[in-house]
Nanobody
Framework: QVQLVESGGGLVQPGGSLRLSCAASGFTFSNYVMSWYRQAPGKERELVASISSAGRVTNYADSVKGRFTISRDNAKNTVYLQMNSLKPEDTAVYSC?????????WGQGTQVTVSS
């Protein structure tokens, strides 16, 4: 059975930092493009960042470019999202996604709240 489990979310003050982790199991992690998405209440889910299977190529939403960094450790079957200089508008549920060919898997998400 496929499992993606996010962790590391929580409450942080504006300007603070947080690191999210997504632990994967049940599939060949190293074959998959991994991404972080987020969804705020009343808004559509948006792509935050993605990373290629070997970690050589990354892309980011303009809103997080320069502040967030996606990385992966294929030996640990884990993808990370380092979030710095957090803003209130970053508040959302952050979800991990893995995609390879026709296969796409989702985690349950972790809440990130940026508030003073």
């Amino acid at each position: 059975q496929v499992q993606l489990v996010e962790s590391g979310g929580g409450l942080v003050q504006p300007g603070g930092s947080l690191r999210l982790s997504c632990a994967a199991s049940g599939f060949t992690f190293s074959n998959y493009v991994m991404s972080w998405y987020r969804q705020a209440p009343g808004k559509e889910r948006e792509l935050v960042a993605s990373i290629s299977s070997a970690g050589r190529v990354t892309n980011y939403a303009d809103s997080v470019k320069g502040r967030f960094t996606i990385s992966r450790d294929n030996a640990k079957n884990t993808v990370y999202l380092q979030m710095n200089s957090l803003k209130p508008e970053d508040t959302a549920v952050y979800s991990c996604n893995g995609r390879w060919g026709t296969q796409s898997y989702w985690g349950q998400g972790t809440q990130v709240t940026v508030s003073s």
